[in-house]
Every structure is written in structure tokens, then in C-alpha cells.
């Protein structure tokens, strides 16, 4: 038998309407008036929900809008950026309204992304939900156009990168780039076992390597800027064997004799980059995070190291997962 219970949202089996009736009206139009009487959470004077304590990050993560960079050699490339904004909160603030945080981002949607063009964000978001400290991290894939290593072909090679910034509680602005590196890494003790092997019983073999990643956060010296192509080529000065993109026979058999040339443990990685980043005037701080996603063994291999700044950073990093390559 078909229920004949009234329905709140729906007409119910005989027929009878919805007790809420559901529409939207296209035609109506917000007054000043009107968005004055909109109810605002800012306003509540409800008790704050569990501690009363401050909140060190709140905001919002991964909205996206296209943001111009500049290149090295000045041209403007319009990238689709992942974008993370946060404020602290007070202990006696509820919350935040987090579209301010965003209205601020488009208001400056047009300038070149820089590391002062963050700090401009961010203070005007600081004075638009009267925070004390922020923090912004812009996320995107940065295109860089690659030779191959005999042929004369040409790729583009995808890098993720971030720019961040952070406006300290005291005022101070620190800003960071991370850089991810891939490269391979062909293992030294495997070499020379295949050597061995080869030399003393004459059996062929083939020693492992495998596809290896590097992350750099680097904090730009006070008045300095590092471009992401002097990056990418410091990584490559330092490791040497940069995955390829596009290879004929003679790249393939190159990127054979690049490795054996350079061959590295996780450490050696760690520590070539270390070089060059430390020779660099205009990178105040540094961290570098690699793995060695192995062919031979079940798990990876990796190495943290830093600068050694006081006050700076501390090689504290745990996410291995996330370079997975």
C-alpha cells in the first residue's frame, strides 16, 4: 500500500505537495540592503568550540587559478597554480572568513609571481582578516625545454616546483623555493660486483640503477633571487644523470656511459648537492631530501641534509612518499 505521509521535500505517493516547497528564483537580485541582513558567523557570539586556545595555520588549500611567471630569459609563461593560504588565529576569534583569502589573490591575479609580489599578498590578506603571521604556497609544473644528449632531439621537460612565503607574528618575511629533481642513480657497489663477476667468470651482467628524485628547499638570501632554470642547472652540474625525454639509440647509449661515469649511493647525492648549494651566495639556507626508488631491494634508499644555519632548517623531513617517481 503506498504511504500517504506528508513529505518534506517531495510530493509523497498521493500526490499531496512538499510541506517545503524547493526553487531557485534566476530573477532576484541582492540589494545593499539585503547582503546587510545575510547572517554573519563573524558576529556570533556563540562559546568557541573545544580548547580556547590559538590556531597556528587555518585557511584554505589548493584552490587553483592561472598566474603568470617570468622565465630567465624573459618571456611570461601563464602556469595553473595550486595555491595554499593560511593565517594564525587568535584564541578568542571563532574563525576566519576564508574567501577574503582568495578575494586577495584575484585582486592580484595579474602580476608576475614573485617572491615580493607574495609578500604584497600576503599583507594584504594579513590586514583583511586581521591575522598576525601567514603563510602562502604556491604549487605548479614549470616547463623546460631539453636536449637530448647525441641526437639533437628536443623535449620539454615538466619540474614540480612551489614558491613560498611566510610573514612571521614579529613582522619578519622569509621566502622559499622547492624544486624536485629527477634523476638516475646507478648504484657503485652493484657496478663493481658486475665487474668482478665479468672479469673473474666471464658472465654478463647488468648492474642496477634506477629513477631517483631530489627536493631543494631553498630561502632566498635578503636582496637575492635564484631563477628556476639556474636551479635545474645546479642540479645537473651536481648529479649529472637528469632522466631524458626524448632519446634516439645514441641518447640511450649516452645515458649508459653518463651513469657508469657517475655513479652514486643516496649519500653522494646528498653530498654533490650539498657542493653546490653551499658555494651559492644568493641561497641563504638550504634543505635537500633525495630517494633512490631501487631495483634491486623492496624499499628506497634516501638522505636528508642541510645548510647547517643556526635557526634554520634541521634536515627534519619524513615524507619520503611523497617523491615517489
Known amino acids: 500500500m503506498s504511504s500517504k505521509k ?30 546587510a541582513s545575510l547572517p554573519d558567523m563573524m558576529e556570533t557570539a556563540e562559546s568557541i568550540a573545544g580548547g580556547n586556545v590559538p590556531i597556528q595555520q587555518v585557511g584554505i588549500s589548493n584552490f587553483k587559478l592561472p598566474l603568470l611567471y617570468r622565465t630567465k630569459d624573459n618571456r611570461t609563461l601563464t602556469l595553473e597554480t595550486s595555491v595554499t593560504g593560511t593565517v594564525s588565529l587568535q584564541a578568542e576569534l571563532k574563525g576566519i572568513n576564508m574567501s577574503r ?39 605548479f609544473s614549470y616547463p623546460m625545454l631539453q636536449k637530448s644528449l647525441r641526437s639533437g632531439l628536443e623535449g620539454y621537460q615538466f619540474y614540480d616546483v612551489a614558491f613560498e612565503g611566510v610573514m612571521t607574528a614579529e613582522g619578519r618575511y622569509r621566502r622559499f623555493i622547492h624544486f624536485d629533481f629527477v634523476y638516475s642513480s646507478a648504484c657503485p657497489c652493484s657496478a663493481e660486483l658486475a665487474e668482478h663477476a665479468r672479469d673473474l667468470r666471464g658472465s654478463y651482467t647488468v648492474p642496477h640503477s634506477q629513477r631517483s628524485k631530489a627536493r631543494l628547499t631553498i630561502e632566498e ?5 635564484i631563477w628556476i632554470e639556474e636551479i635545474q642547472a645546479l642540479c645537473v652540474r651536481a648529479l649529472s644523470t637528469e632522466t631524458q625525454v626524448m632519446v634516439k639509440r645514441e641518447d640511450e647509449q649516452a645515458f649508459a656511459e653518463l651513469n657508469g661515469a657517475h655513479l652514486k649511493f643516496v649519500e653522494d647525492a646528498a653530498r654533490l648537492l650539498y657542493a653546490e648549494l653551499a658555494k651559492d651566495k644568493r641561497i641563504a639556507d638550504f634543505q635537500v631530501a633525495c630517494s633512490h626508488q631501487e631495483s634491486l631491494h623492496s624499499h628506497d634508499a634516501v638522505s636528508v641534509i642541510c645548510k647547517g644555519v643556526p635557526g634554520g632548517f634541521t634536515a627534519d623531513f619524513s615524507d619520503f612518499g611523497s617523491l615517489a617517481c
Open 101 to 139: 583569502i582568495m578575494r586577495s589573490f584575484y585582486e592580484h591575479k595579474d602580476g608576475v609571481t614573485t617572491g615580493e609580489w607574495m609578500g604584497k599578498v600576503l599583507k594584504a590578506y594579513l590586514r583583511k582578516v586581521e591575522s598576525k603571521a601567514a603563510r602562502l604556497k604556491l604549487r
Open 6 to 35: 506528508p513529505m518534506y521535500l517531495h510530493r509523497n505517493a498521493s500526490g499531496a505537495p512538499a510541506r517545503m516547497p524547493r526553487g531557485y528564483d534566476a530573477q532576484f537580485k541582492v540589494t545593499p540592503a539585503y547582503r
Open 221 to 225: 638570501a635578503t636582496g637575492k633571487k
